[in-house]
């Protein structure tokens, strides 16, 4: 057992976050040694003798993406980190690094998986291109060009495909569930120190338990695939966005699919400021706009949109890679965000309390606080901040942070894409503005779209890309007075709440007869 208590730094954690987030350095700094702790003492010398490796001089940033990179759930942990804008640039940058790096599998590993997976590959056609491309936290990639001879092509055209195998690595599956049951250990210790490190009481245990639960599909291959099929079918009416291809060879820890030529979407060439502007433009409507503006029951949304699985292919168009982290919105959760911004236009506080309550895991968040946190935000936009994504994603920091609002894990994974999101366009050159500029740009495509439609169906039908009823349109006409007085005049004054009551029971009124 190592004393990893005096080797990692409260005050070297402490540098690495922003302002607003340095004041989470100890509980950070305490649920790390207790992960480490908690590993093999073979696995803890390993990560020890890497650490010595580096330079005496070796700042913390390089230290924690060398930690990273030893660690799959600290490595998966890190590229989702890799773009938050919350930590310092230096440590941003070499956490950059783990969103592919130079492959550390053996050849000979990879021909035993694959020769054990596939059988002998020269029976389906397959050369492989070693040396493998990339490396991520449990898989690596390598490619594969398939001539047409063998006997799995499910084509006769005798033409060669290009390919790549995603194969998970060696003994991934014990080794992710080993630091997956540690970091619900780590959980279950923040929930015991709660008081001692000032955090608030989220019962971490069970949360971690949920984002567990969701970080074990990706070394479950065959949910991917599924992913990818499905994914395949959501985007076929977006042109400018490419998703990878499934071929033939796919087993539980091998998927072959189609190789993508391109570059990082960060590393983009463009030097044309309208050029970079449409780019950033096709990320956020492929993935934020077109998952929350679409039809079906579940929108399906990609979770790890780290620029690593972000190319820019040579034809021009968006390619989305790894589909093992996915969440999925039902109708009612992409109706509650919905009634968030629609409640944030009117300025009015108890209208997004409610709905973030109804949100909240167990109804454990703190109402009082939960109110004095949304009225903080809503002066956010008198001052002039645009009610959109970044605004809807600091309301939900915030209400977890300090008023113990517990969300499901789907919901979890889109305020951590949101913020993975940002940091991307932000590496890419767009403005600050772009995120919601286009989210709300794609509203007003679909709302125009929709219509002529919205005179045939009942007031009350959710049924729209938009997700908006006749019944919020006229509300929300309704309330206009009462929402301009709000804007001007703060919550101060008791004649506003006379307005909301008024327009409440004058709406209620209106659609009552309209049912008659």
Not at 56 to 74: E, K, M, T
Not at 136 to 154: I, K, L, N, Q
Not at 315 to 338: C, H, P, Q, T
Request: proline share 4%; aromatic share 8%.
């Amino acid at each position: 057992m190592f004393n990893w208590n005096s080797l990692v730094d409260e005050t070297a954690i402490f540098a690495v976050l922003s302002d607003g987030y340095a004041r989470f350095a100890r509980p950070v700094r305490e649920g790390l040694v207790k992960f480490l702790e908690g590993l093999p003492d073979a696995f803890q010398e390993k990560i020890l003798a890497q650490q010595t490796l580096l330079s005496p001089s070796a700042s913390i940033s390089q230290r924690l993406a060398l930690l990273a990179r030893s660690c799959p759930v600290l490595h998966k942990l890190g590229q989702i980190l890799a773009r938050d804008q919350r930590l310092a640039p230096e440590l941003r940058a070499q956490l950059r690094e783990l969103e592919s790096f130079s492959p550390t599998v053996p050849e000979e590993a990879i021909r035993k998986t694959l020769a054990r997976e596939l059988g002998p590959l020269e029976l389906r056609g397959i050369r492989l291109v070693l040396p493998a491309i990339a490396e991520a936290s449990v898989a690596v990639v390598v490619p594969y060009v398939d001539d047409g001879t063998g006997f799995a092509r499910e084509t006769t055209d005798g033409k060669p495909q290009n390919g790549v195998f995603k194969i998970l690595k060696p003994g991934i599956e014990e080794r992710l569930e080993l630091e997956l049951d540690l970091l619900t250990k780590v959980g279950s210790h923040l929930d015991e120190r709660c008081d001692a490190l000032a955090i608030p009481h989220l019962d971490y245990e069970d949360s971690f338990q949920q984002i567990c639960e969701k970080l074990r599909s990706e070394v479950c291959l065959t949910e991917e695939q599924n992913h990818l099929a499905l994914a395949a079918k959501f985007y076929a009416d977006e042109p400018q966005v490419h998703i990878p291809a499934l071929m033939v060879h796919c087993t539980s820890r091998v998927t072959a699919m189609e190789r993508i030529v391109g570059v990082k979407i960060t590393d983009h060439s463009l030097e044309c400021r309208h050029a970079r502007r449409r780019l950033a433009d096709l990320v956020v409507r492929a993935l934020m706009a077109h998952p929350f503006f679409s039809r079906p029951k579940e929108a399906m949304f990609h979770c790890d949109p780290h620029a690593g699985n972000l190319f820019w292919t040579h034809d021009d168009r968006l390619a989305i890679l790894d589909w093992s982290l996915v969440s999925w919105l039902n109708e009612a959760e992409l109706l509650a965000l919905v009634q968030i911004l629609q409640a944030a236009t009117a300025m009015n506080t108890q209208g997004i309390v409610d709905v973030l309550l109804q949100l909240s895991d167990r109804r454990s968040a703190n109402r009082t606080a939960l109110a004095t946190i949304v009225k903080s935000n809503l002066e956010k936009i008198r001052h002039g901040q645009v009610p959109g994504c970044g605004w809807f994603v600091g309301l939900l920091d915030e209400a977890v942070q300090s008023a113990g609002l517990r969300l499901a894990a789907e919901l979890m994974l889109l305020r951590k894409s949101l913020h993975s999101l940002e940091g991307v366009l932000a590496d890419m050159g767009a403005d600050v503005w772009q995120l919601d500029r286009t989210v709300f740009t794609q509203f007003l495509v679909h709302f125009a779209a929709e219509f002529p439609g919205r005179w045939l169906v009942s007031p009350f039908s959710h049924d729209f890309n938009t997700h908006l009823s006749n019944t919020d349109l006229t509300q929300m006409a309704i309330n206009y007075p009462s929402t301009v007085a709000r804007f001007w005049l703060g919550n101060s004054f008791d004649v506003l709440e006379t307005y909301r009551r008024t327009d409440k029971l004058l709406g209620e009124s209106l659609f009552r007869q309209d049912d008659n």
